[in-house]
């Protein structure tokens, strides 16, 4: 075999990062010959999956759904250029639903006169595509302009149906890949970077079935005659033999959904990975496949899930039976007309237990409807039992998981799972009374309590039920345009029930939804949140099932991560065991074996108790601030301080939450624009500034002010700087500071990531 090893490495060993951060490495490919291929191409790309089926035999169907939340495509070697496909598109193309899934990046020298031939092609498994159209582009003018502009497409020489949406910035090569760039023998200093918004009106390039449209792009030979047919890219390179390297870095989008392997249905899952192939004519490709973890950084507890919720009990869990008992034409009641704990008879031979029907009543509180994985819940329970039968008390967190097609009008399935956390035996004519933090408290005014102190009224048992470690709540992202519905959600509720036990027991439960953040809120934040605003404080009453736990709104607001001394201590950790990940269409010629295919997710959880002295993280980061000897001690100013930190080698955004966690709580608040200014530019690479300013604005009092001084400090990557930054805003009302700075295409896009009041 020509092609010896074929490797991704990470910087990472683990492959565990944090949505905003940037993903980097390099693919390591070791041939033993001259290789002829048409390009070698690196992708990084976040899905959501699912897969189930009804019936077997014969009446089997099988239902299938994916949704591409991110999909970024290098060409490390080779001679033209790809954008995402979007499947069915049709006439229609619309691209930047998903992060980077209609950006292509061509290695070129930065005074180059650049002509590009952009082609919008349709794809067409096993066969030849079909060209839709194509243009000349001279992309020095277009990045002169620096607006998107639309060109009427052609083919053969003759103006074809339709028209592409492109804009283009040059950037210096090291702004977007770690090492200098090395294509076809030629070195590049500079990385042209050509976006495709849109390809409109398109003609049908297929009896049957809709368009999937992708784009491409190549140089222009010299002297091209417009009036013909273009000329088609060079599709025949060859590979030298011997140790290649291709380092890359790819950004995670700020708010990715994370990596999730939920088990149900015949798969179900949001995944992400890194694929690297050699593009072979007619042949298998080579391929290597590297799963890896994102931890989301959303949701994060807003204000209005912080409010307590109760309910009371008005009808005893045995009323219900006992009239249905009643209605029976055929029960025969007792001699005597008493119904309270005797046995009721059914028909011959078939007696049970029926509870007393105003006897048993179960009462139920949580403090807030947001919790993280690891955290004590926060709830009271109050079960009272005056009947002869014992009662089971079950505490359980219960997922709901929601697969669907992603058309339309697709099919779709329900799955539950459940997660004990607690469970006792209510004796006859006895009483429970349980919980912990607010919820357990006298006074309903969490103010009056710190949600994580275990403060409880004299009639209730301090009881501490923590939070499994679970994936965060998911009710979907954006992703490609061409996926109508998310094909997996998940969504969340704390159940608690009481039942008589026996086949013919009876039950009442009591659901509360809730959503699992991706962080919990501080116990100072709670407390502000309720001084400020005192109607979040009034109980919410609900009805036994609580409602639909995907009707809980949470995407639209956040509160601001804990600082200072009670900063949670977040770790990472294994959840489940290892999933296969081999995709038999892409796989089929791994390098290696498929036996390597195998993936251990992690997750977060927050176990650890408030106050721990460093953050944990995606690879042990934050050690820069341990102690402050390592960044001169308290000394240094805090701006100087972190701008060591960056600069130590540790991970960015631990070491950015680290920083936090060590300096006083208003100085990281009132982090100047100015100070701001000064930490990005101190910093080299410029994806690395577009994650610094990102968790900066999570923690410090971002305003439009913060925002349009990184945008200026960070002019490669403006758009990313402002979506990462604008949903922490706090002065909304100032936000055309910022999007007048912005290009006109992406101005609607970030304007819609404000927070409104």
């Known amino acids: 075999m020509t092609v010896t090893s074929f490797t991704i490495e990470l910087d990472r060993p683990n492959g565990v990062y944090y949505g905003g951060e940037v993903v980097r490495g390099r693919v390591k490919l070791v041939t033993s010959a001259d290789m002829k291929t048409r390009g070698v191409r690196v992708r990084f790309q976040g899905i959501g999956h699912m897969h189930f089926h009804t019936g077997s035999g014969k009446k089997r169907h099988d239902y299938y759904g994916t949704k591409v939340f991110e999909e970024h495509r290098y060409t490390m070697?080779?001679?033209?250029?790809?954008?995402?496909?979007?499947?069915?598109?049709?006439?229609?193309?619309?691209?930047?639903?998903?992060?980077?899934?209609?950006?292509?990046?061509?290695?070129?020298?930065?005074?180059?006169?650049?002509?590009?031939?952009?082609?919008?092609?349709?794809?067409?498994?096993?066969?030849?595509?079909?060209?839709?159209?194509?243009?000349?582009?001279?992309?020095?003018?277009?990045?002169?302009?620096?607006?998107?502009?639309?060109?009427?497409?052609?083919?053969?020489?003759?103006?074809?149906?339709?028209?592409?949406?492109?804009?283009?910035?040059?950037?210096?090569?090291?702004?977007?890949?770690?090492?200098?760039?090395?294509?076809?023998?030629?070195?590049?200093?500079?990385?042209?970077?050509?976006?495709?918004?849109?390809?409109?009106?398109?003609?049908?390039?297929?009896?049957?079935?809709?368009?999937?449209?992708?784009?491409?792009?190549?140089?222009?030979?010299?002297?091209?005659?417009?009036?013909?047919?273009?000329?088609?890219?060079?599709?025949?390179?060859?590979?030298?033999?011997?140790?290649?390297?291709?380092?890359?870095?790819?950004?995670?989008?700020?708010?990715?959904?994370?990596?999730?392997?939920?088990?149900?249905?015949?798969?179900?899952?949001?995944?992400?990975?890194?694929?690297?192939?050699?593009?072979?004519?007619?042949?298998?490709?080579?391929?290597?496949?590297?799963?890896?973890?994102?931890?989301?950084?959303?949701?994060?507890?807003?204000?209005?899930?912080?409010?307590?919720?109760?309910?009371?009990?008005?009808?005893?869990?045995?009323?219900?039976?006992?009239?249905?008992?009643?209605?029976?034409?055929?029960?025969?009641?007792?001699?005597?007309?008493?119904?309270?704990?005797?046995?009721?008879?059914?028909?011959?031979?078939?007696?049970?237990?029926?509870?007393?029907?105003?006897?048993?009543?179960?009462?139920?509180?949580?403090?807030?409807?947001?919790?993280?994985?690891?955290?004590?819940?926060?709830?009271?329970?109050?079960?009272?039992?005056?009947?002869?039968?014992?009662?089971?008390?079950?505490?359980?967190?219960?997922?709901?998981?929601?697969?669907?097609?992603?058309?339309?009008?697709?099919?779709?399935?329900?799955?539950?799972?459940?997660?004990?956390?607690?469970?006792?035996?209510?004796q006859s004519h006895d009483e429970l009374q349980i919980g912990y933090g607010s919820a357990n408290n006298a006074n309903a005014n969490p103010v009056a309590v710190s949600a994580s102190s275990p403060l409880n009224n004299s009639k209730s048992t301090t009881t501490a039920i923590q939070v499994p470690t679970v994936y965060p709540s998911f009710n979907g992202a954006t992703g490609l345009a061409t996926a109508v519905r998310e094909p997996v959600t998940f969504a969340y509720s704390v159940v608690f029930t009481v039942s008589t036990p026996g086949t013919c027991g009876t039950s009442r439960s009591v659901s509360f939804p809730v959503v699992i953040c991706a962080a919990p809120p501080s116990a100072s934040a709670l407390r502000t949140l309720h001084t400020n605003n005192s109607s979040l404080s009034a109980i919410q009453r609900v009805r036994p099932d609580g409602g639909n736990p995907f009707s809980l709104q949470y995407s639209t607001s956040y509160m601001p991560p804990a600082t200072g001394d009670d900063a949670p201590n977040p770790e990472v950790v294994p959840i489940g065991g290892y999933v296969g990940t081999y995709i038999h269409e892409e796989d089929s010629a791994a390098v290696p074996s498929v036996s390597t295919y195998a993936y251990q997710p992690y997750t977060l959880t927050y176990a650890a108790p408030t106050g721990s002295s460093v953050h944990s993280g995606a690879g042990g980061m934050g050690a820069a601030f341990e102690g402050g000897a390592l960044l001169g001690g308290a000394s240094v100013d805090p701006e100087t301080k972190l701008i060591r930190g960056l600069h130590s080698g540790a991970e960015l955004r631990a070491t950015v939450r680290a920083w936090a966690a060590s300096t006083s709580t208003s100085v990281v608040r009132g982090l100047s624009p100015q100070s701001l200014q000064r930490i990005l530019q101190s910093i080299s690479f410029s994806m690395d500034q577009v994650t610094v300013a990102h968790e900066l604005a999570q923690v410090i009092h971002c305003s439009c002010a913060h925002v349009v001084t990184a945008v200026n400090a960070c002019s490669f990557f403006k758009t990313e700087i402002a979506a990462g930054m604008v949903p922490y805003v706090r002065d909304v009302e100032t936000r055309n500071n910022v999007l007048s700075l912005l290009p006109t295409y992406d101005r609607e896009k970030i304007e819609m990531l404000f927070v409104k009041a």
């Open 77 to 426: 070697f080779g001679n033209y250029y790809n954008t995402t496909i979007l499947d069915n598109a049709g006439a229609d193309a619309h691209f930047g639903a998903a992060g980077g899934d209609g950006i292509m990046y061509i290695p070129c020298n930065e005074n180059e006169k650049l002509n590009l031939i952009v082609r919008v092609m349709d794809y067409d498994f096993g066969k030849k595509d079909d060209l839709l159209g194509e243009i000349l582009l001279d992309v020095n003018k277009l990045v002169s302009s620096g607006e998107a502009s639309s060109f009427r497409l052609t083919r053969r020489g003759r103006t074809e149906k339709g028209q592409v949406t492109l804009s283009a910035k040059i950037m210096p090569m090291n702004a977007l890949f770690p090492g200098s760039g090395h294509t076809q023998g030629h070195a590049y200093n500079a990385v042209c970077q050509l976006r495709t918004h849109q390809a409109t009106g398109l003609r049908k390039a297929d009896f049957i079935g809709k368009n999937d449209v992708y784009v491409q792009a190549y140089r222009a030979p010299e002297n091209v005659n417009r009036s013909k047919a273009l000329p088609e890219p060079d599709l025949t390179t060859v590979l030298s033999a011997g140790v290649l390297e291709f380092p890359f870095a790819f950004p995670v989008r700020a708010d990715a959904p994370g990596s999730a392997e939920l088990g149900v249905g015949d798969a179900s899952f949001i995944r992400y990975s890194l694929y690297a192939n050699i593009d072979v004519a007619w042949w298998l490709d080579p391929s290597v496949r590297h799963v890896i973890t994102i931890l989301p950084s959303r949701p994060l507890p807003s204000p209005a899930l912080l409010r307590p919720i109760e309910y009371k009990c008005l009808q005893p869990i045995g009323s219900r039976l006992v009239a249905f008992c009643r209605a029976l034409a055929w029960a025969t009641p007792p001699s005597t007309p008493s119904w309270g704990d005797k046995p009721l008879r059914l028909a011959k031979n078939l007696t049970f237990t029926c509870m007393r029907a105003t006897t048993p009543t179960i009462d139920a509180k949580l403090g807030r409807q947001a919790f993280a994985s690891g955290e004590k819940l926060d709830f009271h329970l109050h079960v009272s039992n005056n009947t002869s039968a014992a009662l089971e008390l079950n505490v359980v967190l219960s997922c709901t998981v929601l697969l669907q097609q992603h058309h339309k009008y697709g099919r779709d399935a329900t799955y539950e799972l459940t997660y004990d956390l607690y469970c006792a035996t209510i």
